[in-house]
């Protein structure tokens, strides 16, 4: 399994970001997929998360209405839409699968929300 997240970046207050992952190395189309984070000197927190078809998301009450997931099972990607950013959601962000028991991480990408 492997998992490679991509679009992060420096973003100013108010400003959008979408961010990537790239899955490999397993029926991508059958595992539902998320979207963590993990900010300085904090635990890892679920951002967001979307059922195999794509049919079901749930995400933090922190980001509900601002982020939205989606998937394309085609590219084997899902995605993370993030609109109207604030400088809490500075973090490194990490595309996560559960396969069987074990769970995979992507290597995470930075985003910062600063002006």
């Known amino acids: 399994v492997t998992l490679v997240e991509s679009g992060g970046g420096l973003v100013q207050p108010g400003g959008s970001l979408r961010l ?26 679920l951002v967001a998360g979307i059922s195999s078809v794509g049919g079901l998301a749930n995400y933090a009450d922190s980001v509900k209405g601002r982020f939205r997931i989606s998937r394309d099972n085609f590219k084997q990607t899902v995605y993370l839409q993030m609109n109207s950013l604030i ?3 500075t973090a490194v962000y990490f595309c996560n699968v ?3 028991r074990s769970p995979f ?5 930075q985003v910062t929300v600063s002006s």
């Open 105 to 109: 991480w992507g290597q995470g990408t």
């Open 98 to 100: 559960k396969v069987g």
């Open 87 to 89: 400088p809490e959601d």
């Open 20 to 45: 990537s992952c790239a899955a490999s190395g397993f029926t991508f189309s059958s595992y539902a997929m998320s979207w963590h984070r993990q900010a300085p000197g904090k635990e890892r927190e």
